[in-house]
């Protein structure tokens, strides 16, 4: 497994080895011991370090890859070369399963450098050769969160800026459960592209997600304040002046952000033997926020 020391990889981990998978996981700093794991030091750019973590395994799982990076070259580092690594392990190592998780931006890789190498990725994992099933999650949140951490910030506080348009959405806890599940099954899921929420027909406006993030957070009414394109355009380039590599919203995240329709496509749902979510979204933003709260984040 990449990623797993990451926001949904660490789900995904957790959720594995409760189900009785022991797990190699790749990781850059040194982790604590934990049942079931084996950690393997090394990264996306040394291949020998991910020979070591396919050996002998029975699935691949890639969940590592970078959202927020200043540079198309980056995208294309951290998420096409990258993932060109992590196929050639499998393959090399003899191992036919893969699943590979992208995002719903993958669709439109004109918009963004993130979508346009989230796309490059999938199609190397589509002529790998491999038994593969790709995973587009839309917008993922959960405890340990922190990409959507300033929008719970904002609606504790009674007003929020949202971007026009419509989103789906998915708690991590549902996506890692809809991973391991992918895990063990090499017959339905093979050769397909999956796009998994919260059940939601037609998704969220963003209004409407963001008065779902106050209640979670105890706010009866909370106000929402369009946010345009352009204006979301020139807040990429301003947080990326004040907070350089520790922005949130880069230029390129902001175009995406921009985009009106990231709703998961019709059909395009696992079928409902493999997974169908469990969690109503309310009481897991709830989850969520009880998180935030306890390790003092909101």
Same mark, same amino acid.
């Given at each position: 497994?990449?990623? !797993? ?21 790749? $990781? ?44 198309? !070259? ?15 392990? !499998? ?98 899921? $093979? ?74 496509? !019709? ?13 109503? $979204? ?5 989850? $969520? ?10």
């Amino acid at each position: 497994m990449t990623g !797993a020391t990451g926001f949904v990889g660490g789900a995904t981990l957790r959720r594995a080895v409760a189900a009785g998978w022991h797990v190699r996981a790749l $990781t850059r700093r040194p982790q604590p011991e934990q049942d079931g794991v084996t950690w393997i030091a090394g990264a996306l750019d040394q291949p020998g370090s991910l020979a070591e973590m396919a050996a002998g395994a029975d699935v691949v799982m890639h969940i590592a890859g970078v959202v927020s990076v200043p540079t198309r !070259a980056a995208f294309e580092a951290g998420n096409v070369t990258a993932t060109g690594h992590v196929v050639d392990a !499998a393959r090399a190592a003899g191992i036919a399963r893969f699943i590979h998780v992208s995002s719903l931006a993958a669709r439109e890789p004109g918009i963004s450098d993130y979508g346009w190498s989230k796309a490059r990725a999938e199609t190397l994992v589509r002529a790998s050769g491999l038994d593969w099933t790709i995973v587009r999650p839309p917008a993922v949140f959960g405890p340990g969160d922190t990409e959507m951490l300033d929008m719970f910030r904002m609606a504790r506080r009674g007003i929020a800026l949202v971007p026009n348009g419509r989103l789906s959405a998915i708690y991590v806890d549902e996506l890692a459960r809809l991973l391991v599940a992918l895990a063990a099954d090499r017959d339905v899921s $093979t050769g397909q592209t999956y796009e998994p929420d919260d059940g939601r027909t037609n998704g969220w406006s963003h209004r409407s997600f963001a008065r779902a993030i106050g209640r979670a957070v105890g706010r009866r009414h909370v106000s929402t304040l369009a946010t345009p394109a352009l204006l979301l355009k020139a807040g990429g380039r301003l947080d990326t002046l004040v907070r350089r590599s520790r922005a949130k919203l880069t230029p390129d995240r902001a175009r995406y952000i921009a985009h009106p329709d990231w709703v998961v496509a !019709a059909g395009a749902c696992p079928p409902p033997e493999l997974w169908r979510p469990e969690i109503e $979204t309310g009481e897991a933003l709830t989850a $969520t926020v009880n998180w935030y709260r306890r390790e003092g984040w909101l």
